[in-house]
């Protein structure tokens, strides 16, 4: 090597639980790669009910207020944006926000801004519980934006809180969309068929996302022009 370029590897040993399997199933999306975010996004909780309009790709605001826990489980699915992104988001900031009464929102984002939290009246598909929407909505591209969306069809104010932090894991770069079948998740996860915490696994696998260029796919390929043996 010529010139002032500097290169500091990083050796992930077998043992550590590194797991390829793992890490692409759950944050490669094909030939798009991964998708994560390259500074620290800012949240909201909207503090009103949004109404399902026709088929639910748009809603409503009402004058109803969230359920008291919502906010709640929102908050504490937020403090684990650091275990999600290896310890890449760190306090964010986090506020409250109210909409006039009508106003017109969408399931998907319309533009950059903050991950939002808001609870609906319903889904189109009633088994939902919960959704997530990413800005700019495509993977291989930083998140700057996304919505996190609830409901009521598997609430309760006794149920816990995993439903809210596997819709958030979305958002920071876990499957960037149910392409695949959570049955295969390798290993115990927030994204399993039955998630119910973040796992050592999650965070280990997070951690090196969050090293990884934007848009990485699998297999990994050299730097262009260079080959490494």
């Not at 550590?16 to 199933?25: E, I, Q, T």
């Not at 088929?55 to 684990?80: G, H, K, N």
């Not at 006794?158 to 876990?174: K, Q, V």
């Not at 998740?185 to 696994?201: A, H, L, Y």
Request: net charge negative; hydrophobic share 30%; proline share 8%.
């Amino acid at each position: 090597m010529t010139g002032s370029t500097t290169i500091n590897p990083e050796i992930i040993p077998q043992g550590d639980g590194f797991d390829l399997a793992f890490f692409d199933h759950s944050f490669r999306d094909g030939s798009k790669g991964t998708t994560r975010w390259l500074t620290t996004p800012s949240f909201e909780i909207w503090t009103q009910i949004v109404r399902c309009i026709g088929d639910c790709s748009r809603y409503e605001v009402t004058a109803t207020t969230v359920p008291t826990y919502f906010e709640t489980r929102a908050r504490e699915a937020i403090a684990l944006a650091s275990d999600l992104t290896g310890g890449t988001v760190v306090s964010p900031a986090i506020t409250t926000k109210t909409h006039a009464v009508g106003t017109t929102v969408y399931l998907n984002p319309d533009g950059s801004g903050p991950i939002v939290f808001l609870y609906a009246d319903k889904f189109d598909n009633a088994s939902e519980g919960g959704r997530a929407s990413g800005f700019p909505g495509g993977t291989g591209i930083p998140f700057t934006g996304g919505r996190a969306s609830f409901n009521q069809s598997h609430e309760s104010p006794t149920r816990d809180n995993s439903i809210y932090i596997h819709e958030i894991a979305h958002l920071l770069g876990f499957i960037p969309g149910h392409t695949a079948n959570l049955n295969l998740v390798p290993g115990p996860s927030i994204m399993g068929p039955d998630p119910v915490v973040v796992t050592d696994k999650d965070r280990l696998h997070a951690k090196i996302l969050y090293k990884r260029p934007v848009g990485n796919v699998s297999p990994d390929t050299d730097p262009s022009g260079t080959t490494i043996n």
